[in-house]
């Protein structure tokens, strides 16, 4: 963990992480084999 960050704030970041993919493939339906194919 990041010295400059709190506890709290560190326990945060896989929240937000999953957050993220489930708005991706949930809500957006984009699958993980249509991820590998794009180049970023």
């Not at 970041?13 to 194919?37: C, F, M, S, V």
């Amino acid at each position: 963990m990041p010295t400059n960050i709190d506890f709290e704030s560190a326990a945060t970041i896989p929240y937000a992480a999953l957050t993220t993919w489930a708005a991706i493939i949930r809500w957006a339906g984009l699958r993980p084999q249509e991820l590998e194919k794009r180049s970023f």
